[in-house]
């Protein structure tokens, strides 16, 4: 093990051998995880219960469904709010009938992006194939 006191003409070494002290601190580092108490206590929550919706969806119109965005982030199903899930269950119910009924898609003019795009993945993951976009001609002169 060599030690070197300087450099060959008598000048004091400047650097500092950093190595001792990163030492000294993993060594506490190791002492403080140690020493730390685990975590054995409990605090017990009371959380609500869940209940049932107690309104009733509404009805799957066998010849034509419209679905709505509002600005204000609600989805309209024939003019009655749901939320995603119901979407996906009325759109299930409208596949059953022998002959899919046909789904109209109209988002508001200042309707969320991203609820719009939530609720076409939903459309698409329910493979509804009579799809149509309606109210399109607000839309012509909305970026004049």
């Known amino acids: 093990m060599a030690m070197s006191g300087g ?72 003019g009655t709010p749901v939320d995603g899930p119901g979407l996906a269950n009325l759109l299930k119910q409208s596949l059953s009938y022998a002959v899919e009924p046909e789904l109209q898609y109209q988002p508001e003019a200042n309707a969320s992006y991203d609820l719009s795009a939530q609720v076409l993945q939903v459309i698409k993951a329910a493979q509804v194939t009579k799809f149509g976009f309606v109210g399109n001609e607000q839309f012509r002169d909305f970026g004049k």
């Open 7 to 78: 450099k060959e003409n008598g000048e004091p070494m400047m650097e500092m051998n950093t190595t001792p002290l990163i030492d000294v601190m993993l060594v506490l580092l190791i002492m403080f995880i140690i020493t730390i108490p685990v975590a054995t206590h409990s605090i017990d929550i009371d959380l609500p219960v869940a209940t049932p919706p107690t309104s009733t969806p509404p009805p799957v119109d066998p010849i034509r469904n419209k679905v709505v965005l509002t600005a204000d982030d609600k989805i309209l199903w024939n």
